[in-house]
């Protein structure tokens, strides 16, 4: 048990679920995606091997539930080679803390995204006045003030390569927040998305209970770039993914991927940006 590494100051449980929660899916053989109240994790690697890897770290209080999926998938004492994160928020490394101590394993996040992990820099608070739905008005309660991991987090290779992730390389997706990134296989176009962009409306609490499917820009209310959301979006499309794993709602494969890609492309400002909110209205002081 490593005492210098903590939660943030405002870190608890929230209270916010989804019909997809506690279910995952083999998305290709060596990816496995489970949905945690309303967000997903990652299992990159062949199932009952050593060499996998977490990407992300699920909602708070869910450490042990993320422990048994990687069990069941890998066997018995297994611990993963890392955890890779998309960016830091708190329904990203809501169990980190538990999943480092029990199996005292390296964390890899972008550079821009340290100070959000390493207790020097509290996220922007999110939005509750942005047009949206009701999670849009509860999220005044979600986590903001960082973690900190010390030392047990690195920056990301700057060669663009991924640790323990062979044939995929990071992408720099900021906008959602400065250190958002996203992970992409080449070889078979592979998609890791991160919040950059999701594939549900994740602001109205029916349309993140049913997880219907819809794409969307990143979750509005925890976004304060519209520009830089705007060009991630664009740099991720042109690499014309096969399959998306998004940090919300159900994975999407194939033309509807490619369809749903060029529309949020095409419409971003109707899509993804809201119409009002302080991170639209502020531009206009
Ligand atoms: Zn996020
Ligand atoms: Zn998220």
Request: charged share 20%.
């Amino acid at each position: 048990m490593d005492n210098s590494i903590s939660y943030g100051a405002d870190y608890k449980y929230i209270p916010a679920t989804s019909v997809g929660s506690g279910i995952g899916m083999e998305v290709l053989p060596d990816i496995y995606y489970h949905t945690i109240q309303i967000v997903n994790i990652c299992l990159v690697g062949k199932p009952n091997s050593n060499e996998f890897v977490l990407v992300d770290a699920g909602m708070p209080h869910s450490a042990e539930e993320i422990i048994a999926v990687v069990e069941e998938r890998f066997g018995i004492n297994k611990r993963p080679k890392a955890i890779i994160l998309t960016h830091g928020h708190f329904d990203h490394v809501g169990s980190i803390i538990e999943l480092v101590n029990k199996w005292g394993i390296p964390v890899y996040a972008h550079e821009l995204e340290l100070p959000f992990l390493t207790g020097k820099e509290s996220y922007p608070k999110p939005d509750p006045t942005v047009e949206g739905g009701s999670i849009a008005k509860m999220s005044f309660i979600f986590p903001v003030a960082p973690i900190n991991l010390g030392d047990h987090v690195e920056a990301l290779p700057s060669d663009g390569t991924v640790p323990f992730m062979p044939g995929f390389q990071w992408i720099h997706t900021p906008g959602h927040t400065p250190g958002h990134v996203s992970l992409f296989r080449e070889e078979d176009r592979a998609l890791i998305v991160g919040d950059a962009f999701v594939t549900v409306k994740q602001e109205y609490l029916y349309k993140v209970f049913t997880q219907e499917q819809e794409i969307s820009g990143p979750p509005r209310y925890l976004t304060p770039d519209w520009e830089k959301s705007r060009d991630s979006v664009n740099n991720l499309a042109k690499l014309k993914p096969k399959v998306a794993i998004t940090g919300h709602g159900l994975p999407m494969t194939g033309e509807l991927l490619t369809s749903n890609l060029h529309l949020l492309v095409t419409d971003f400002d109707s899509i993804a940006m809201p119409s009002y909110g302080k991170y639209i209205n502020e531009k206009f002081q």
